[in-house]
Each structure stands twice: as structure tokens, then as C-alpha cells.
């Protein structure tokens, strides 16, 4: 009797994805109906309160900001699309840390659902356009606030959605990817501790040329910042082509997301 | 013979060093009814999740439905039934919810898992509480959705990892009816169990193993018969004389000398309790019984089943 040994992570696509994420959604919706909605509803009303304060009422004090271009904007018409980019990721990241990290550590979901025909990549592919659904839906909301207010400059807003569609799947995936090798309720706090100066500091209310260099080089490497940037361009019209740079990072983001969280799907629960 | 539907050679599982399952071969036969029997850690259920292509083999080779696990896991799932040792429900939907989204898992369309669902209520006796938390379900009802759930696809292979542990006589007993009915159909089985009843009643084969090893294979009847005599008397003198009066017994049958009681195997009880009290012992309980599994389990291993 011979003993083989055998290829620990072989296997390729066909291990691993069975071209049926749509389920996992499926399932997501329905289990949705069980949600908490006030908090759903904070997290779409959050950046809608930031925007009257701010835009409206700072707005009123401070008067026009130069864009991009040095052409003169609304003060609101400049945090807006900022607060837009700020509520699809907040929509991402509500469901792909906390509720995977549950899902993950006390629920038996994934284990019931890798035992099926469903591979580690329907699975995170499912969970993270769940997530980026939320996202999308915090993110379209805020969009026809906007839109109200007239706070959308040019035609070029309504790319604002795919942008938003983008920005919130690449949340959502990184979110995910990282969450899932997170063990502990201390390490998700950290997600917390990132997020909130990230938030307040990626060129969202004011431009990042009022710090120094090395600092803007730091925030020009975090996620948001490029999300600010591409949505404020399409919003307000101020195109060009570093907008492919902020685009590629976020087709980037979600690969590695992707990737991480098939990796840690597999290594978990098909050990 | 009819090609294996699981074939198993050699096959182990390490975790660092420790081996769970150590080196394990064996074959399983279309509509066959197979069985892992063995004690706490022996190693069943970490075989049966890498015959249920959820867990990676260390080595060895295994091959279920003509695939290979660890390239075409999807493809392999797709074909089985899964009933974990834990269930693993999905608490956030309702009783029938839980069938249907589970159906989709597999890609089937909706009308046919619809269908099936109902069924299956059925023949779980859930239809009641197909509107039902699942929280809110009994242990016995949570283990019968479990197995409706592991039959929405139509499974080839249904593996059950300990279906009746922790449940009352009464609600084994309707799983037990359950699980025949789907053999009667035709739908292979492989289970585990630390129950020799439930072996005896369900299993075609079986294999006895222990610390990772099968220890013996057979039909439970043929087992028994290796490995045991046809009957067993048991004896008590009391906890601490025990271990004394056992002196006084040699050569009746073979000795099995537990902390509570002493076992005598001999193919006629009576007459062996006969001679107890001819050699001037009273136990204070006696009793004769056939042999079962657990006997031959004692045998192999010098352990009892449940400890
Ligand atoms: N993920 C794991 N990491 C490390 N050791 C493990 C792991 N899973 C199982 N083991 C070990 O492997 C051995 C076999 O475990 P297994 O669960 O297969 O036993 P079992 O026969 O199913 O027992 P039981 O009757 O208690 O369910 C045990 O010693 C267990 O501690
Ligand atoms: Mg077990």
C-alpha cells in the first residue's frame, strides 16, 4: 500500500467557486427581514445631519471653495460629494465587519453553507455584494439628497452611481477580507479606530493642501481619500485623468479583498 | 460487485503531529448502509468531513463519486447530504426558509426545491412548523430539519454524524424509521455513532475504530460472532469486590472486569451462573444477555463504548 501525499492547496477554480453567489445573496435578503432598521436608518441619516450642518449652516460662514480646476464652488456643494463617498462606506463596512465577524466566530452559517455546492468564492463574492448593496442603497439615498439640494454641478453626477457602486464593493471587500482574520472584539475595534480619523481626514472638508507633505502622501494612500476625489470630480464636474488612478485603486481593493477572504473562508472552514 | 461509491486508502489527517485519523481504508457500495463506530476522539467525525469534501486530506487517497475532494469539492457536495454532529441551522430564517434557501445553494431552481421542501416537512413531521424560529424548535425537531435539509438536493450519499445524539428513546426512534425508509430507497448511507443499537439496527457494515485505526470490520452480526461469545453474563458483587471475586471466576469464559461489574462471555449464560454459584459467589445482580457490539468493542479495545 502506497502512501501519496498530497497537494495541500491544489484544486483551482473548480475547488473553489461554483458560479452561484447569487444564493448567498438571496439568503442575505431574506435574512434581512429580521434587521435592526433603526440602525440602518442612522447609517443613512449620519451623513445626511453632517451635510446640513456643515454645508448648509458652516457653509453659510465660510462661503465658496476652490475645486480642483480653481474654479469656485459652494462650500456644500463641496462636502457633499465627499459625505456621499463617506455614506457608501459606511454601508459597506456596517455589513462586511461586524456581521461577518459574527457570522464568522458564533454563527455555524459559512460551515453550513461550504458543505453545499458553494465554494469559498460564492461565498465571500455573495456576503460582500451584500454588503456592497447597503452600501449602494446608503449611497443612492444620499444622491437624491443631493440632487435636491442641488448640490450636483454637472451631467457628469450620474456616473457618481457606478462610482459609488465601486467605492462600496471595494469597502466591502477589503472589509470583509480583512475582518475575516480578525479574532478578538479588540482587534475589531481597531476597524473603528481607523475609520473615524480616516473619515474626518481625507480631503472631506476641506483640501488636503493645508497639511504638509508627508502627511498628504498618507492620506493620498488611504482608500477614502481616492473615493473622495473620484466622486467630488464627477459631481462637480472637475474631470481628469487621474480619476483612472482612483478607479484602478479601487478595482485593486476589491481583488485583494476577494482573494483574502477566499483564502480565510478555506482555511477556516474547509481546513 | 458494483463500483465503490467512496473509496478510502490509507487516508489520515493530521493536526501538527497529532494523526486524527490514522491511516483509515475502506470502501462504501452504492445503497449500502456503512458505519464508523468508535468512542469520543476516535476520529469519525474528522473522517467524515473529508468524505463530505470539507476538510483536506494529510495524505492517503480518497475518492468519492469517482472525484477526488481536493479538486472538484463543489462537484462532490453537490451529491451528498450532510447532518453534522452540531446542527448548524440557519437561525436567522424560519423553519421552511431554511429548506428553501438551502435548495438554492445547490443552484436548483425554485419550483423543484418548493416541492421538495413540502415533502420533506412531511417527512419530517415539520409541516406544522414550517412557519416556525428555529430557536424555537425542540432538539429532536432541530435533528429532523437537519436531515430534511441534507435531503433537499436529492443526495447520492447521505452522511450522518451521530443523527441521534443527545435525543430522548422516543424522538431516536422516529429518526431511526426515517433513516430506514431512505436506505429502503435506495440512498447510501454512512453514519457515525457511539450507539451499538443504532449500529445494529442501521448498518449493513461497519467499521470499528479507535484512536484514529479501524479496529475491525464486518456485518454487526458477523462482528459479534469474531469477536464475542453468543452470550454475556454480568455480574455484580459490589464496586470494591469486584476486583476479588474475579479471581474465583477463571476459566468459565473470558473475564471482562469492569468498576461495577464483571463480564463472563460464554455461549451459555445460564450455565455459566451456574457454575458462579457452584465456586460459592453471590453476586448481587446477575443477568444474561446477548452479545452486542459494545462487547465486541470492549474486545478490540479494552475500553466501553461510552464512558
Ligand atoms: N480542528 C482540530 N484541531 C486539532 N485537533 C482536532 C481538530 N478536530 C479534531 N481534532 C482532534 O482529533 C481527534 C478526533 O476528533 P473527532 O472529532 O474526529 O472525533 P470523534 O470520533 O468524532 O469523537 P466524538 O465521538 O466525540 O464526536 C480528537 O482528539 C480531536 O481533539
Ligand atoms: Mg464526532
Redesign the pocket.
Known sequence: MTVTSTRQSSGGVRALYSGNARAVVGRGLLATRSTNWIIVLTGVFEPVFYLLALGIGLGGYIGGVQNAQGDTIPYAAYIAPALLAVSAMNGAIYDSTWNVFFKMHFGKLYQGMLATRLGPLDVALGEISLALLRGAAYGLTFLLVMQALGLNLAWTAVLALPAILLIAFGFASLGMGITSYLKTFQQMDWIQFVMLPMFLFSATFYPLTVYPAPIQWFIQALPLWHGVELVRGLTTGALGPVMLVHLLYFLVMIALGLVFTTRRLRALFL? | MPTPVITANALTKK??D?A??DGITFEVAPGESFGLL???????????RMVGAVSTRTSGDLTILDMDPNEQGPEIRAQLGVVP?ADNLDTELRVRDNLLVYGRYFGLPRAVIAKRADELLDFAQLTEKAKAKVDDLSGGMKRRLTIARALINDPRILLL??PTSGLDPQARHILWDRLFRLKEQGTTLVL?T?YMDEAEQLCDRLVV?DK?QIMAEGSPAALIREHSSKEVLEVRFGSDKNEGASAKLEGIGRLEVLPDRILIYSDNGEAALVEVVKRGLEPITSLVRRSSLEDVFLRLTGRTLIE
Open positions: 481546513d | 493536526y501538527k497529532f486524527a485519523v468508535g468512542p469520543n476522539g476516535a476520529g469519525k467525525s474528522t473522517t467524515m454532529q454524524d451521530e457515525t457511539h475504530v484514529g
